[in-house]
């Protein structure tokens, strides 16, 4: 049944109930599945994907993890029995999706960087940490490589521009560490640009020399 909006007159989408959802991966082939689950999003993988980006602190474009997140749903539908829950089960999908996401991150060579892609949407994020746009898959990818901690606290800091004090008290840690957590993730976007300056740092080591 669909419930109309007051203010504009035009139907208002209900979100369809768990056995609704499991329907829409019931009968058909993968790609019959696909037409069945992308239009509109009725499984809500869409809100899954912003959640679970924001929970592991990660810098990706979510309308591409979407995407992938949805082909797998479609994929693998006709081994889902009912368990885990539907909403388990999906965004075990949408984890998959960024699993697979980070590794073709982690290796791609320079060679093969192609328009578009998990990392690609990040202008925006570029502008305020001093980069070029095409730079920010070098930095996303250092990025993730840094522990859950230091991207966490780089989120909650630099990105939804939190307050230092309200985050460490969350967190149980100092302030202190919060910032040194977010200033190490800062560190290795930055270093990523220049991959070389670590070792022409103060603490960097002597170059052999060789026989003369």
Request: charged share 30%; hydrophobic share 40%.
């Amino acid at each position: 049944m669909m419930e109309r909006d007051g203010s504009h007159g035009a139907p208002a989408r209900v979100d369809p109930g768990a056995k609704d959802r499991r329907r829409l991966l019931a009968g058909g082939s993968p790609r019959e599945i696909l037409t069945r689950i992308v239009r509109g999003d009725p499984l809500g993988v869409r809100r899954i994907v912003a959640r679970r980006l924001r929970e592991r602190a990660l810098l990706m474009d979510g309308d591409h993890v979407h995407l992938r997140a949805l082909a797998r749903c479609a994929r693998y539908a006709v081994r889902y029995a009912g368990r885990p829950t539907l909403d388990e089960w999906l965004a075990g999908h949408v984890d998959g999706a960024l699993d697979a996401a980070i590794v073709e991150e982690a290796e791609e060579r320079a060679e093969d960087r192609v328009p578009g892609g998990p990392w690609s949407a990040h202008a925006e994020l570029a502008r305020p940490l001093g980069l070029e746009p095409n730079a920010m898959r070098a930095a996303c990818r250092a990025f993730h490589a840094r522990p859950d901690l230091e991207r966490q606290a780089f989120f909650s800091l630099v990105i939804e521009v939190s307050d230092l004090d309200d985050v460490a008290r969350a967190e149980g840690v100092s302030a202190s560490e919060v910032a040194r957590r977010a200033r190490r993730a800062l560190d290795a976007i930055l270093l990523s640009q220049h991959p070389h300056a670590e070792e022409s740092g103060p603490h960097a080591s002597p170059r052999k020399q060789g026989p003369e």
